[in-house]
């Protein structure tokens, strides 16, 4: 069977580099224009040349989004743009517009390019059409169930890769297609503008539906058989079909999350390297610590997407459209003295003696200790003042790594 690759997001050089360091195979992340994360820090172009630099030599390849759906007037800065980093050995191209990739495929024959989840793939006719203009992945719409996936991957060749999301927030609408931000905002969501409206807060007064901060500006609103429609959908988590989805023969496993935190990033790409490496090694059981780890990261309810029902409208709607806060990122070890036993640390939130903390550690799930000592780099005593954005030491009862993660603990 074919290990899947484990695709992470990098919404800046810090959340990339937490991705590799916590196991991802390769990482998609965006230029300043023409991804849909506008909202992200994303690279610039020496940036970009950096990163890919520091992702290939540590062995992850990097997938560049030039997903957005650019308008006539926009496809000189396009092509300037694509002209500009064209000497970078960025591994592929994810783009949404056939007229994007058909400029990449003439302008470009070399370069690797992959269909994005816009392109709303659903079929294998779909995957077909783009596999025989020269796609080598697709990146399959969010809607599908793995029955559906499996039939796919049947009918396509082998060299034709599928990718899905197994992990992080879905649309509400088809696949990003939403009108929903325009509509209020005139910030296109199929631009990577989106206002994300389908999280607001919103109140019905009679027959019309209120945004908490445009009262001015009420919408109508009806029942239908009785029903309205909620707008925001649960998190997709798959951590529990870890090897439904690998048997599936999907080639790469998709995290979703460029806007969340590098502490996300590192989490969430350590719980599904850890359970691909159970699977892997041939003597698989299910851990629920992983799903306590995916717990600890800022997200929606969690449900399985459409991976086992067509229907979003039950299991998958959210009971709030508001997010499960993760919790506390400490600090980030910088160095440890296995003589001593003390550990170096880049403070990021408050730390006070007698905490309860736990340290994240590639390939392992949290491990508590209680924080006894803390001294500055001149080995004064800061028990009493602990402040944020400082170097620091603590003994440590067991051994840490630089890159490891410590945050506050969760019962």
Same mark, same amino acid.
């Given at each position: ?5 484990? #695709? ?6 810090? /959340? ?29 172009? %020496? ?9 290939? +030599?540590?062995?992850?390849?990097? $997938? #560049? ?5 650019? *308008? ?5 800065? @396009?092509?300037?743009?694509? @002209? ?40 294998? +006719?779909?995957? @077909?059409?783009? &596999? ?11 809607? @599908?169930?793995?029955? %559906?996936?499996?039939?796919?991957? +049947? ?31 005139? *910030? ?18 009679? $027959? ?13 609103? %009806?029942?239908?058989?009785? %029903? ?44 599904? /390297?850890?359970? #691909? ?17 995916? !717990? ?26 508001? &997010?499960? /806060?993760?919790?506390?990122?400490? +600090?980030?070890?910088?160095? $440890? ?12 939130? /408050? ?6 903390? !736990? ?53």
């Amino acid at each position: 069977m074919k290990r899947p690759e484990l #695709l992470a997001p990098a919404g800046n050089f810090e /959340k990339m580099k937490a991705a590799i360091l916590y196991g991802a195979d390769a990482v998609y992340l965006a230029g300043q224009i023409f991804g849909m994360r506008a909202a992200a820090d994303n690279f610039s172009v %020496e940036e970009l040349r950096e990163a890919v630099a520091y992702a290939h +030599a540590r062995g992850v390849k990097v $997938y #560049l989004t030039v997903n957005t759906m650019p *308008r006539q007037y926009e496809y000189d800065a @396009l092509k300037e743009y694509l @002209l500009s980093i064209a000497d970078i050995p960025i591994d592929a191209y994810i783009v949404a517009d056939i007229g994007v990739f058909m400029l990449l495929r003439t302008s470009f024959p070399d370069k690797e390019l992959h269909v994005s989840t816009q392109a709303n793939v659903v079929s294998a +006719a779909d995957c @077909l059409a783009w &596999y025989n203009l020269g796609a080598k992945r697709i990146v399959l719409a969010r809607e @599908l169930t793995l029955e %559906e996936i499996k039939t796919i991957r +049947a009918a396509i060749p082998d060299d034709c890769q599928i990718e899905a999301f197994i992990h992080g927030s879905m649309c509400v609408s088809y696949s990003g297609r939403c009108l929903l931000s325009n509509h209020i905002t005139g *910030r296109d969501g199929n631009r990577g503008m989106c206002a994300q409206p389908c999280r607001w807060n919103y109140t019905i007064r009679g $027959y019309e539906i209120t945004e908490e901060k445009r009262e001015n500006a009420p919408m109508p609103v %009806e029942e239908v058989n009785g %029903e309205t429609f909620i707008m925001a959908s649960r998190d997709t988590c798959v951590i529990e079909h870890i090897p439904e989805l690998v048997e599936a023969g999907i080639d790469s496993f998709k995290i979703e999350g460029r806007m969340k935190s590098a502490y996300y990033t590192a989490v969430v790409t350590n719980t599904y /390297k850890m359970a #691909l490496d159970a699977y892997f090694a041939g003597n698989y059981a299910y851990n629920p610590l992983w799903m306590r780890e995916l !717990e600890s990261v800022s997200h929606r309810s969690y449900a399985t997407g459409y991976y086992f029902s067509d229907c979003h409208l039950d299991a998958n709607t959210a009971e709030s459209n508001g &997010y499960i /806060k993760e919790q506390a990122y400490l +600090a980030t070890v910088l160095a $440890y003295d296995a003589e001593s036993g003390v550990a170096t640390l880049s403070q990021r939130n /408050k730390m006070s003696v007698g905490d309860k903390v !736990e340290v994240v550690t590639p390939g392992a799930v949290g491990r508590p200790l209680t924080v006894d000592c803390l001294k500055n780099e001149k080995g004064e005593d800061i028990s009493a003042t602990p402040h944020p954005y400082m170097v620091f030491t603590m003994p440590t009862p067991f051994a840490v790594h630089p890159g490891d993660i410590v945050r506050a603990f969760a019962d």
